[in-house]
């Protein structure tokens, strides 16, 4: 039994990464609560590799076209829809065994909100004197949609380090939440209390997240653990796709190294990680901070051979090769560079500069430190020119980098969430605000932004293939429509790039072996055809 049972719900997506849904935020909130007394228990429903096909919702069976059918191809994408995560069931059942007072939900993107409500609709129905509260990115940005649920007392916005146990004390007590920074709910007279979002000006001010709260099994990258840190909040940017800048909790600020060193000491004697994924909004803004954090690390793990990585991606003009060199000694095996586009026009819509000068820079140090580069493109936003994408794809190939392809998506409290709202570009359903269901329809259709999608994944086929000194095949008409199943991948992969780079057509391979052609963007394809060529 515990006073506050803390809840990761499950997730049902076409895909999941497992190494970035770590609860961070309710590791660190369990820590002030425990500070302030409180028996605290984690409950991490995708802490499990347990998954299983279900049926896509109604409102995404216009996706069936993009992945209606199995591709056992090396440049697949999706095909089945899934529950990632404990079932429902197994929730109750820890729910009734920790009987907390206080029950507190993760709800961080509102395309999975439902699943949240879901949760906190099984908590109530278990313990219906149960308090419940959200917390995340979803009730931050749109409380009054998350407060509609009857299941949901609370909910908090902002950071919840400064609210939780506030408000877990006041209902201990008996006393009114009233005043509580960022708690939101019902009044007797059924309207709403909204306060403004809660924020940490003294990220040291907070005690070091519960480590041990993690399933560091399942969390393993390779032999050891993997785990998430934030060693800053917030950004100093304002891009357009992105809540971040908008925000009263996007203020940035930086936690100390000395707090940081501490956390992950933490993480290795807990643990032993090996394996730690930043994931700052703008982790090396601050050179000078930054520096100081690399040479840290270096001294203190010298001997724990430790990967580093800043998945949410990396600015740029913020690097140089002295950084790298130093990035590259305290951990860093990948750089994720984050380039957005090389259109001027989208720039200026993105509010973005242009980082095509530092990001080629960055490229020559980083092959003779060894360390690969991803660069990151954003497609599908709204007004954004399709063909104008295909460029920057083929930027990308003409560089030493592989391709990361991120779908647009509108995020609630971004201003282009304002302007798809504003123009009625946003789809009918919340569910539908997340890339994998392609969610815009506008300059670039979502034929268009799948077409882009596969032709990310065949650019970075090929340059797997010349990184394993193998050749790249020469264009071939199709001759088959049979492929062995069991057929080496690398060489699948190489008769299906014969045969695109003859006519354009992208082929994928079913359980069976059957050989077949997927929808794309004609134009896109054969632009990208003629530009991959021009740059070979």
């Known amino acids: ?102 029950a507190g939900i993760a709800s961080l993107f509102t395309p999975y909100a439902d699943m949240a409500v879901q949760t906190a609709g099984i908590v109530k129905k278990i313990l219906p004197d149960c308090w419940i509260v959200l917390g995340g990115h979803h009730p ?6 998350a407060l509609e649920s009857q299941a949901v007392d609370f909910i908090i916005r902002g950071e919840g380090e400064a609210s939780m146990s506030l408000l877990a004390k006041a209902l201990q007590g008996g006393l009114d939440p009233e005043g509580i920074p960022g708690v939101c709910f019902k009044k007797s007279d ?59 909790v996007g203020v940035y600020r930086q936690r100390s190294v000395d707090s940081i060193i501490a956390e992950m000491n933490n993480a290795v004697q807990l643990h032993n990680c090996g394996f730690f994924d930043f994931e700052d909004e703008n982790l090396s803004h601050d050179k000078k901070w930054f520096t100081a954090l ?4 270096i001294h203190t793990f010298e001997n724990n051979d430790l990967e580093l990585r800043a998945m949410n991606g990396l600015f740029p003009p913020s690097l140089d090769e002295n950084l790298l060199k130093l990035m590259k000694k305290a951990g860093f095996k990948t750089l994720n560079l984050s380039l957005g586009t090389t259109s001027g026009s989208q720039l200026r819509r993105f509010n ?17 430190l060894g360390l690969a580069c991803v660069g990151y493109i954003i497609v599908g936003a709204p007004f954004q020119d399709p063909l104008q994408s295909v460029e920057d794809l083929l930027y990308l190939w003409r560089s030493r980098v592989l391709a990361g392809v991120s779908v647009y998506y509108p995020a609630p409290g971004s201003s282009d969430f304002e302007l798809c709202e504003r123009l009625n570009l946003l789809p ?41 000194g193998l050749s790249l095949p020469n264009a071939e008409a199709c001759s088959q429509t049979h492929i062995s199943p069991s057929m080496d991948r690398l060489e ?28 794309v963007a004609e134009e896109l394809v054969e632009r990208f055809i003629e530009g991959m060529h021009v740059g070979r």
């Open 352 to 368: 973005r500069p242009d980082v095509r000068k530092s990001f080629n820079s960055l490229l020559g140090p980083a092959k003779n």
């Open 294 to 297: 690399l040479k840290a690390i």
């Open 140 to 145: 931050t940005e749109l409380p009054y949609a």
């Open 428 to 468: 009918e359903n919340t569910s539908l605000f997340r890339s994998s269901a392609l969610p815009l329809d506008h300059l670039t259709s979502r034929l268009q932004t799948v077409t882009l999608l596969r032709l990310g994944r065949i650019a970075n086929f090929m340059k797997l293939l010349t990184d394993q």
């Open 190 to 248: 059924t309207t709403l209390k909204i306060a403004e979002p809660a924020i940490i000006k003294n990220l040291d001010s907070c005690p070091l997240p519960l480590a041990n709260l993690m399933k560091a099994k399942y969390y393993k990258r390779g032999d050891r653990p993997g785990y998430t840190i934030l060693a800053s909040r917030g950004c100093p940017f304002n891009c357009s796709y992105c809540a971040m800048g908008q925000s009263p």
């Open 1 to 102: 039994m515990a006073d506050i049972l803390l809840i990761q719900p499950p997730i049902r997506d076409y895909y999941l990464t497992k190494k970035r849904t770590i609860p961070y935020g309710l590791m660190s909130i369990a820590a002030c609560l425990e500070q302030k007394g409180f028996t605290v228990e984690l409950l991490d429903a995708l802490a499990t590799s347990k998954s299983s096909v279900i049926d896509a919702p109604p409102e995404m069976a216009f996706l069936k076209p993009f992945y209606g059918r199995e591709d056992c191809s090396p440049v697949a994408l999706f095909h089945h829809y899934r529950h990632f995560g404990y079932a429902f069931q197994h929730i109750g059942n820890v729910v009734r065994e920790s009987r907390p007072f206080l």
């Open 492 to 519: 699948m992969g190489r008769m299906l790039l014969k045969w695109f780079l003859k006519d354009g057509n992208i082929q994928g391979v079913d359980d069976n072996g059957n050989v077949y052609t997927h929808a």
